[in-house]
């Protein structure tokens, strides 16, 4: 049946390009010879590839043509030691004749330095690919991160002289939408023919004129001979202890149509949700103005190691990743993002913890071993028309995220199970619409609509803290349920006044959040029967936030300073109302949320920011509810206090420095912020659980920080070299056991980094990473804490053979605690590949953990407490793969 199913593919294949009308011609000397192997491509009149060839022995070619419709249609014939010609098509049915005119070439002896080498255009920066590419490397992501200026983090994160990135994109369209890993993991390095790093990018056509965007994205620049097929790899793997990684990838880049289809599984470790990860997500979510919960409950469990995720994580997943994007036109397009993801995990520790309060410390010891099953679904649909007129984006978003964890614990000797259910939906519509008059002003519309459901349970067996719970009786468990429905709405309109370097902008509009927060603590007795247990641990309430607002922009911008100033000014009627526990409350405000950024350029290359904000808030619904609610089975919160507010000033300032033909980059920023705040925790410690009840009692939050990165390549080594210093310092209170402390902490980090090109056909990369961070509270006799962390990385690529490359990296951790004894592991890694052309077939062995480590000690520390854990991670791990490259 198959045979006969691809000799029908076959056949309707060679029916349809028969079919299909073709140019046809010669290309010939100027002596009238004719030309073997010259490249001939047919671009359409923007300039795309739509079909390329050469010519045969007899100087004769032929393009494929989809239709009659060549107007515009250019041909181009290049050829070593002939000049480029382009001849205009006229005429599907004519046959083209070209002569190709011999060029001087001067062959004469040279030292070839292989030289990399940046290109810039106007607020573009050119990266050749191949400049920068190795041997061992496969995606364009192994590449990026050893491209001087640009930063990769370990979640995938990339940043440009200290500035994330606002986007990725690909032959410059949106296709990933913010979600790029997969992008830079699967998207072979050979495809790309540069990345442009684009500094000031506005991606909506009709503010390029009077652009006021501070934003910097990326640009995969797509081969012409890459965008005429499938791309893609399948990859098979197979270890021991039980282990297997499955992959399957495809994609297209032409102009038409776009995609990155991805399938995945395996129980190595690898968590595929990281390639789900929106880099940019809570600036996002700042824009929105939509303060909801995440979600009130939790099993109480540590943090993770410091350590990449791979090496502690016990998965058993699969990833179903689709990202599509059609074009109707160069205006037009409609982008589809589906995925899908199931995880199951499993996490076990111990864990230790002190508090020091001024007369007292609270200890508690605990151990947990946890089943963790993940998933999430998201349907997300994009129309998107971009024209030099109008601009028209509407998003739909459809998010579904189960979580149940099942967990054994003890705490302080007590043995306990608990099972933790969270299932969040959410379904949002954004629509944003804005049309440019013939003036050169434009007009704005937009609405944003959002439902919202997150129940949460959590059951706890047998009943913990009987003598608050119970009154000192033993019983059976605990039940602790929790509902917030949430609908929000958010809509404006907006006219922009354009007259030269100058853009005014008036804003008026109004949101809408409606909430309710239900929830109820249940205690089941040893008889099997179940009661509320108390009046105070159960909640009804009623929130209605509505929100009026205007904003006044002025932008001016020229070539060398680019300034805005927002006045926006909103009035903030907030009612809240819960029968059971006696309360009906409103609240009033009128704020104004003054906002100034100014970018001057000292160079070409270099400018100067400097920025103040000065912002109101207002909290949320989890801030003001009375009745009690069991977060953990060690902590119940509640609160007795108005609704929360702060006033917060912030101010800023950096300096970007840039030699691109150097290679050369530099940055410094420095911020500072006072935040003052009627409201603060007071949280009551014993050694088996914690309680906190949010009181009126005005306090600040003051931080300030300063960051310098410095990245340069090194020609003479072939080495890109990175360096970085920080410091960071928090100063703000604590209301622990009716005792207000005032803490100040500081953090001071240092990193370096080196990609570096020995000989050619061994490279080595090193990363390390220092800090040192130091805690205290204005109390006599205070402890303070001192902590010192030391990461090293590094890896020795080398080509032992043709074909045959061998991976050799190690990472190194050194943890020093003024109280504890140094903490210091030393992991190790080797992989082997083998490259078989003919097959398009890498195989490739590896193992991980070679030390086979199986548990990994920690050390926490937050202003007064420390924590110490003991986490079990996978030993030594040996796999076997065979990707093949299609």
């Known amino acids: 049946m198959r045979k006969y199913a691809l000799t029908l593919w076959m056949l309707f294949a060679t029916f349809s390009v028969f079919a299909q009308k073709a140019l046809r011609g010669t290309i010939k000397d100027a002596g009238g010879k004719v030309i073997e192997s010259v490249i001939v491509s047919l671009k359409d009149p923007e300039g795309n590839v739509i079909n390329f060839t050469r010519t045969n022995k007899n100087g004769q070619f032929t393009l494929q043509l989809k239709n009659d419709q060549v107007t515009g249609y250019k041909i181009e014939a290049s050829s070593i030691g002939y000049k480029k010609l382009v001849s205009t098509v006229t005429d599907a049915a004519k046959n083209y004749d070209l002569t190709l005119q011999h060029s001087e070439t001067t062959l004469e002896t040279v030292t070839v330095k292989n030289r990399p080498s940046l290109t810039a255009k106007g607020d573009t920066l050119n990266y050749r690919t191949s400049d920068f590419a190795d041997k061992q490397d496969r995606s364009i992501g192994d590449v990026i991160k050893k491209m001087p200026g640009v930063e990769v983090a370990e979640d995938g994160k990339i940043s440009y002289n200290g500035k994330s990135i606002s986007n ?112 940019n997500l809570g ?31 016990f998965n058993k997943a699969g990833l179903v990743n689709l990202n599509n994007l059609y074009k109707f036109n160069q205006d037009l397009q409609l982008r589809a993002n589906l995925y899908y993801l199931y995880d199951q995990r499993q996490q076990r520790y111990n864990k230790f913890s002190e508090t020091y309060l001024p007369d007292q410390t609270i200890r508690y010891a605990e151990t947990q071993d946890n089943a963790i099953n993940p998933q999430k679904l998201r349907a997300q649909f994009n129309l998107n028309g971009n024209a030099d007129k109008y601009y028209l984006n509407n998003n739909f978003v459809l998010d579904y995220v189960p979580l149940k964890t099942t967990s054994g614990f003890v705490i302080n000797n007590i ?28 007009v704005n519309l937009y609405s944003f609509l959002n439902r919202t459901t997150q129940p949460e349970t959590l059951n706890i067996t047998p009943g913990l803290n009987a003598d608050i ?9 605990l039940t602790q349920y929790i509902k917030i429905p949430t609908w929000y709405t958010n809509n404006y309109a907006s006219f922009a006044f354009v007259k030269n370097n100058f853009v005014q902008t008036y804003k008026a509009g109004f949101n809408i959040q409606q909430q309710q927060l239900h929830s109820a603590l249940y205690r089941t007795q040893n008889n099997q029967q179940t009661e509320p247990v108390s009046g105070n641990t159960v909640n009804s309430l009623d929130w209605l936030k509505t929100k009026f607002y205007t904003e006044a922009t002025y932008e001016f911008s020229n070539d060398k300073l680019k300034a805005g100033l927002s006045l926006p000014l909103s009035y903030n009627q907030i009612n809240y109302s819960d029968k059971l526990n006696q309360m009906d409350r409103d609240l009033s405000k009128l704020f104004l949320n003054p906002a100034l950024n100014i970018k001057y350029q000292t160079s070409t290359e270099n400018y100067l920011t400097a920025n103040y904000a000065f912002r109101n808030d207002l909290g949320g619904i989890d801030d003001v509810y009375r009745g009690t609610v069991l977060k953990n089975y060690r902590s119940l919160f509640a609160n007795n206090a108005p609704i929360s507010e702060s006033k917060t000033h912030n101010i800023g300032a950096g300096f970007n420095f840039r030699k691109a033909m150097q290679m050369l980059f530099f940055n410094v920023t420095a911020n500072y912020s006072d935040a003052e705040l009627n409201t603060i925790s007071s949280y009551s410690l014993s050694n088996n659980i914690q309680q906190r ?78 800090s040192v961070t130091n805690n205290k509270s204005k109390t006599a006799e205070a402890i303070r804490t001192n902590f010192q962390q030391l990461r090293q990385q590094s890896t020795l690529a080398i080509t032992t053979a043709k074909n045959v490359y061998l991976n050799l990296s190690a990472e190194h951790l050194f943890t020093h605690q003024s109280t504890q004894p140094n903490l210091k592991y030393l992991f190790a890694d080797v992989n082997m590949r083998y490259k078989w052309l003919k097959m398009k077939t890498d195989i490739e062995f590896g193992i991980t953990n070679l030390a086979n480590i199986k548990s990994f000690d920690a050390v926490y520390l937050s202003a007064n407490s420390l924590t110490t854990g003991t986490y079990y991670i996978p030993g030594r791990v040996a796999m076997l793969k065979a990707s093949f490259n299609f």
Request: aromatic share 8%; hydrophobic share 35%.
């Open 168 to 279: 990725l994109y690909v032959d410059g369209d949106n296709l990933l939408d913010d979600k790029y890993n997969i992008g830079t993991k699967s998207i072979p390095h050979g495809a790309v023919d540069k990345v442009q790093v684009i500094q000031n990018d506005q991606p909506v056509k009709m503010m390029r004129k009077n652009n006021m965007s501070d934003d910097v994205a990326l640009n995969l620049v797509i081969k012409d001979d890459a965008k005429l097929k499938v791309m893609g790899d399948a990859t098979v793997g197979a270890g021991t202890p039980n282990r297997f990684d499955e992959n399957l990838t495809a994609m297209l880049f032409n102009k038409k149509l776009k995609f990155i289809n991805n399938i995945k599984g395996n129980n190595t470790g690898n968590d595929p949700g990281i390639d789900l990860t929106s880099h």
């Open 415 to 442: 043995a306990a199970s608990q099972v933790l259910k969270q299932e969040t939906f959410d379904l949002s519509n954004e629509f944003n619409y804005r049309k440019k008059l013939k003036s050169e002003d434009v």
């Open 469 to 477: 719970l119970n009154n000192g009786n033993s019983y059976l468990g």
């Open 283 to 313: 600036d996002y979510l700042k824009k929105l103005d939509n303060d909801k919960p995440s979600g009130l409950l939790s099993t109480g469990a540590a943090g993770v190691p410091s350590l990449p995720q791979s090496r502690y994580l």
């Open 693 to 770: 009840l949010v009181l009126p009692l005005s306090n600040h939050i003051r931080s300030l920080s300063f960051n310098a990165n410095a990245s340069k390549y090194l020609f003479a080594l072939k080495s890109t070299v990175n360096a970085g210093l920080g410091f960071s310092q928090s100063q703000y209170n604590q209301l622990q056991n009716n005792g207000l402390l005032a803490i100040n902490a500081q953090t001071f980090f240092y990193k370096l980094g080196v990609e570096a090109k020995i000989n050619n056909f061994i490279n080595w990369s090193y990363q390390a990473n220092f």
